[in-house]
């Protein structure tokens, strides 16, 4: 797995279209290793690398200065645990900056997936938000892939016990 430290020095070595997904990945979970999963299985369908985009720090650090959350794991550890499933090809540490936080949905989908990083797939867990006070998901993706003409997957999101694994529960619980 080749490690980036922003899209701008991913798309210096990029060669070709990519198989996508985007979150914080924190710790980790079952969730996401559902997800790395599902996104290797449709990328070698489509003959594609894959492409994790997350972030050097956790987006609440932006979104909410005045309680972020903490973090189940470093940028480095995260790098780690990502390279370990064996799933990715390819992950990309962007800054969560002030500039990256305020980019619209429909902006980000057609800047940053489309004419940056040239998506033919991506792969999202269903709860999955993103762009400027959250507004772009699932939905918006879908909408935006038929015009744009790339394919957008939303894995459900798993439960133990009637409870969704995420980063969230894990950290309620380990508290």
């Known amino acids: 797995m080749q490690v980036f430290h922003s899209i701008d020095n991913f798309l210096l070595a990029k060669q ?3 198989a996508l997904t985007i979150g914080n990945f924190d710790g980790l979970h079952q969730g ?3 997800l790395l999963k599902t996104l ?5 369908k489509l003959d594609l690398p894959t492409v994790v985009l997350t972030f050097q720090q956790h987006t609440s650090v932006k979104i909410t200065p005045e309680t ?3 973090t189940l794991t470093n940028s480095d550890q995260k790098s780690k645990l990502i390279k370990d499933s064996r ?8 800054d969560f900056s002030n500039e990256f936080k305020s980019i619209v949905a429909e902006d980000f989908i057609t800047t940053v997936l489309v004419n940056q ?3 033919k797939l991506i792969v999202i867990g269903a709860n999955h938000r993103f762009g400027k006070d959250r507004k772009g998901d699932l939905d918006l993706l879908k909408s935006q892939s038929l015009i744009f003409g790339f394919k957008v997957l939303g894995v459900d999101l798993l439960k133990v016990d009637g409870e969704v694994i995420s980063s969230s529960l894990i950290r309620k619980k380990n508290v």
């Open 32 to 34: 996401h290793t559902h």
């Open 68 to 70: 972020p959350k903490v």
């Open 117 to 119: 990083l040239k998506v």
């Open 16 to 18: 070709s279209r990519i």
């Open 87 to 94: 799933l990715v090809d390819f992950l990309i540490l962007q």
């Open 40 to 44: 290797r299985l449709e990328a070698d």
